[in-house]
């Protein structure tokens, strides 16, 4: 650790921080697991690097939690912070490749995701149409059958023991 991370550390809260813990004898392991946090989240306390945290928020959030958990006055804490980085609060935040997206890129990718379900739906029902659904009535099939009386007309009917969906 060089001269300038040692004056970055000492003069706020993260040095607090530090000391305390050091002096309850736990470590930053310890520390992110009971505060239910990363262990560079912790780091980036102690070492006062807001910058690499969520938001000022979450910040301040983070600083009372690690405070209570030392015994220290969470107030004291977020007070030593602000009088330390004031600016902090109005820092603008780097944004998010989701937010650097052209305006009308999410409204496209959900119409190509509708359009995508619509066309597997019509697959689907195209190919699970079975046989004689094409028009309303089954088609209606006849064979001329030459018999001593002469010829007649007579209808093919599946025999009644095949149900629609056993017919090929």
């Not at 969520?54 to 804490?77: H, M, W």
């Not at 999410?106 to 019509?122: E, N």
């Amino acid at each position: 650790m060089t001269r300038a991370d040692d004056r970055r550390t000492d003069d706020g809260p993260g040095a607090l921080l530090r000391a305390a813990r050091e002096g309850a004898g736990l470590g930053i392991e310890e520390v992110a697991e009971q505060l239910h946090l990363l262990q560079y989240v912790v780091r980036a306390l102690e070492h006062n690097e807001y910058e690499r945290l969520r938001g000022d928020t979450f910040v301040r959030g983070y600083l009372r939690n690690y405070a209570r958990l030392l015994g220290l006055d969470p107030d004291e804490i977020v007070a030593c912070r602000r009088r330390v980085r004031p600016e902090s609060g109005n820092a603008p935040r780097a944004q998010t490749p989701a937010q650097l997206s052209p305006p009308g890129a999410a409204g496209a990718g959900r119409v190509g995701l509708v359009l995508l379900l619509l066309a597997a739906s019509a697959l689907y029902l195209f190919h699970s149409r079975g046989p004689g659904a094409e028009g309303g009535d089954a088609m209606e099939a006849t064979v001329t059958v030459e018999t001593a009386a002469g010829a007649r007309v007579v209808p093919l009917v599946a025999p009644e023991h095949l149900s629609h969906s056993d017919t090929p």
